[in-house]
């Protein structure tokens, strides 16, 4: 199977940054797209960004030139980069690999915005 493992969530004030990491090991053959995805109390969990292996990218439109997803295939790493961070981006973000029709999940790293 494939464990993935975030890092990076903390407590940032509005307008700061934080760079999330999620590295993938285990069966990694066969992962195609990964990103990330958030969910705030109360809420359901949402996509966030996303990218293929080939490098496409998909983002919320609530992050849009705010966030950039990359991915470095040799060390199977997604990253989120995010800037000017807002009250309402606050949430547990959760890593996510999708390989051979099958979604997988990490754990879930808490990211705080104070305003």
């Known amino acids: 199977q494939v464990q993935l493992v975030e890092s990076g969530g903390g407590l940032v004030l509005a307008g700061g940054s934080l760079r999330l990491s999620c590295v993938a090991s285990?069966?990694?053959?066969?992962?195609?797209?990964m990103g990330w995805y958030r969910q705030a109390p109360g809420k359901q969990r949402d996509l966030v960004a996303s990218?293929?292996?080939?490098?496409?990218?998909n983002y919320a439109d609530s992050v849009k030139g705010r966030f950039t997803v990359s991915r470095d295939n040799a060390k199977n790493t997604v990253y989120l980069q995010m800037n000017s961070l807002k009250p309402e981006d606050t949430a547990v973000y959760y890593c996510?690999?999708?390989?051979?029709?099958?979604?997988?999940w990490g754990q879930g790293t808490q990211v705080t915005v104070s305003s």
């Open positions: 996510n690999a999708y390989r051979l029709g099958w979604d997988i």
């Open positions: 990218i293929t292996s080939g490098g496409s990218t």
């Open positions: 285990g069966r990694v053959a066969g992962i195609n797209a």
